[in-house]
C-alpha cells in the first residue's frame, strides 16, 4: 500500500510541476503557389507565372518569413536568439517551392538587420556576422524517390 500511495505521489508530483516545454516538432506545408499546368482555356500562358508553373508566390514567400516570426515569438523560450545548430533540425521535400518556404521560415524565425559588414570579419573571426540580413541554416532534404513523408 505504501508503495503505490508513493508512486502515486510521484506521479502526482511530476504532473503539476512537469509543465515546461522542451522540444517541439513542427510540420507545415509550403505557401502559396502557382499552378502546376495550365488549363487549355486559362488566358494566363506560362510567362504570368515568372518563377515556372508551382512556384512560390510573392505572397507564399512573404507568408514563411511571417510563420518564421510567429515561432520565434512562440517558442521564444525554447529557442536561443541566434541559430545554434543542436537547438533545430529542419527537412523538406525535396522541390524548389519546400526548400523555398523552408528557408524562408527560418529567414523569419533568425532575423538579422543590414548588411554592414567587411570580408576582413570572414577572415579573422570564422565566425557569421550578426548583421547580416540571413545567415546559412541547413536544410536537409533526400531524394524524391525515397521521400515517404511527400
Known sequence: MFFSVLVLLILFSKSNFARELIATHILFRHGERGPTMLYPSDSNDIS????????LTIRGKFQHILLGQYFRERYSTLLNSTYVASEIFVRSSDYDRTLMSAYL????????????ISIDHFITTNTWPEN????????HTIPKSMDHVD
Not at 105 to 116: A, Q, V
Request: net charge positive.
Open 48 to 55: 504570368f507565372w515568372s518563377n515556372g508553373l508551382g512556384s
Open 105 to 116: 521560415t527560418l529567414l523569419g524565425l533568425y532575423p538579422s538587420s543590414k548588411i554592414n
Open 132 to 139: 547580416l540580413p540571413w545567415q546559412p541554416i541547413p536544410v
